[in-house]
């Protein structure tokens, strides 16, 4: 059984006196949320108080993006080795915001997703279709393709310890949510893909769903077969609604 993961997604939200009632909300209600593990992806700036207030939780933390460059000239970017510093376990790479508005591409991605590996950081790859992909039916293509870039860049063996995390462009922010069926063939499509280079990394391979993930509806997702958790976006910013979330990961 693989275990269930639900990482929140903060974006570009928060402020320090927010996130610190918001982060000692979360460790007071985690004991009510059974063995799925649970972490948060905050805004750099804040990933020292993410440490200083987790450091002894089973609260992980994490970052929403990395450099793909070990160090250099490279104005107001952060290095892997500068977040594994901060103590992060994770690290989103590939989210659809960067993809779509900061021009990153499949290449930048995977040499995101290796930087992460090299310095001990576990690399969650976010993956999706836009809404004109899937009414055109090419889902599974475009999710395959964004896939097989990384895994062709850095090796199967790389995702022994990675995360994927499906989120349809569509459903992020919008309140509409892929129905369990639709995420469930799309998280069973990466899963083969992935075993058809190694079946035993495909199978320990937790893969996520996110795209507007709340409370009333984690249920009924995380109970598919190929879905292993969420990457929750809006609803990881109240702490009451993502413990909830986190606690049906566990029905
Ligand atoms: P929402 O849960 O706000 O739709 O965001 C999903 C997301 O993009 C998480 O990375």
């Not at 293509?141 to 995390?165: K, M, T």
Request: hydrophobic fraction near 50%; aromatic fraction near 6%; charged fraction near 15%.
């Amino acid at each position: 059984m693989r275990q269930k993961l639900v990482v929140g997604n903060w974006k570009m939200h928060g402020c320090g006196a927010d996130n610190r009632r918001l982060l000692q909300a979360l460790v007071a209600g985690l004991p009510t949320v059974g063995d799925a593990s649970v972490a948060v992806c905050v805004p750099f700036p804040y990933l020292a108080q993410a440490q200083s207030l987790l450091a002894a939780t089973p609260l992980a933390w994490g970052a929403q993006n990395l450099s793909e460059h070990a160090q250099g000239a490279y104005t107001g970017e952060v290095s892997a080795a500068m977040l594994a510093d901060f103590g992060c376990r994770y690290a989103i790479v590939g989210h659809s915001e960067r993809r779509a508005l900061y021009g990153e591409a499949d290449a930048q991605v995977a040499a995101k997703f290796a930087a992460a590996k090299a310095a001990g950081i576990t690399p969650i790859l976010c993956v999706g279709e836009t809404l004109a992909q899937r009414e055109s039916d090419e889902t599974v293509a475009v999710v395959s393709a964004q896939l097989d870039a990384v895994l062709d860049a850095v090796g199967v063996a790389a995702f022994a310890d990675a995360v994927v995390a499906y989120e349809p462009v569509w459903a992020i922010g919008t309140g509409r949510t892929a129905t369990p069926a639709q995420a469930q063939a799309v998280h069973a499509a990466i899963r083969a893909r992935v075993a058809g280079r190694d079946a035993d990394v495909a199978r320990g391979l937790q893969i996520l769903y996110g795209g507007s993930v709340k409370a009333q509806s984690a249920g009924e997702i995380f109970a598919q077969a190929d879905i292993d958790g969420g990457l929750v976006g809006g609803a990881s910013l109240v702490a009451e609604e993502f413990l909830a979330i986190c606690q049906a990961a566990n029905r």
